[in-house]
T-cell receptor
Framework: DAGVIQSPRHEVTEMGQEVTLRCKPI?????LFWYRQTMMRGLELLIY????????DSGMPEDRFSAKMPNASFSTLKIQPSEPRDSAVYFC???????????FGPGTRLTVL | RKEVEQDPGPFNVPEGATVAFNCTYS??????FFWYRQDCRKEPKLLMSVYSSGNEDGRFTAQLNRASQYISLLIRDSKLSDSATYLC????????????FGTGTRLQVTL
């Protein structure tokens, strides 16, 4: 069985550029989560969806961040414009319901120069 | 007070030792509890769920103390391969509750 798929695995970009991260959740899972992890702040929940609907985006740092889930098998997290402080590992996770076990993708390591 | 609090460690223990981690949570209505493991530069992975009566999986034992609002993880006969960061995970409360991850406790098992 395929797990959560994320792309790209690594992204290096320059400040001011647009960055789009992609996620394919496990088939049949109804909830999808976007996290950011840094050494300083640990794992932070950015936004999560249930049945493709955004439920809570209070963790999104600012308006430069946006996320969409156009269908049950695809989600994107976009940063526009990117800044060096956005450098982190971004994880996508999915689960059957909001409170069930979450399965994480391998993450996207983002470096903004 | 943070929703989920853990001692960041690191805990440095020799191979074969027994080590225990605690994690406290703030929401007394929380119902789901988990321990995740995260290896360096990898994604978090479920280690085990934590049940009210406590549960064991091989060398790992998880306990829940609702009165004091903490969960624990005990690792017996530590192996080098147990070296990782252990994340405590607790759900919130209400109809829109979600899992909240602690910042993790780092374990280093040495020869």
């Amino acid at each position: 069985d395929a797990g959560v798929i994320q792309s790209p695995r690594h992204e290096v970009t320059e400040m001011g550029q647009e960055v789009t991260l992609r996620c394919k959740p496990i088939s049949g899972h109804n909830s999808l989560f976007w996290y950011r992890q840094t050494m300083m702040r640990g794992l932070e929940l950015l936004i999560y969806f249930n049945n493709n609907v955004p439920i809570d985006d209070s963790g999104m740092p600012e308006d430069r961040f946006s996320a969409k889930m156009p269908n049950a098998s695809f989600s994107t997290l976009k940063i526009q414009p990117s800044e060096p402080r956005d450098s982190a590992v971004y994880f996508c996770a999915s689960s059957w319901t909001i409170i069930d076990t979450q399965y994480f993708g391998p993450g996207t390591r983002l470096t903004v120069l | 007070r943070k929703e989920v609090e853990q001692d960041p460690g690191p805990f440095n223990v020799p191979e074969g030792a027994t080590v225990a981690f605690n994690c406290t949570y703030s929401n007394s209505a929380s119902q789901s509890f988990f321990w995740y493991r995260q290896d360096c530069r990898k994604e978090p992975k479920l280690l085990m769920s934590v049940y009210s009566s406590g549960n064991e999986d091989g060398r790992f034992t998880a306990q829940l103390n609702r009165a004091s609002q903490y969960i624990s993880l005990l690792i017996r006969d530590s192996k080098l391969s147990d070296s990782a960061t252990y994340l405590c995970v607790v759900n919130g409360a209400g109809t829109a509750s979600k899992l909240t991850f602690g910042t993790g406790t780092r374990l280093q098992v040495t020869l």
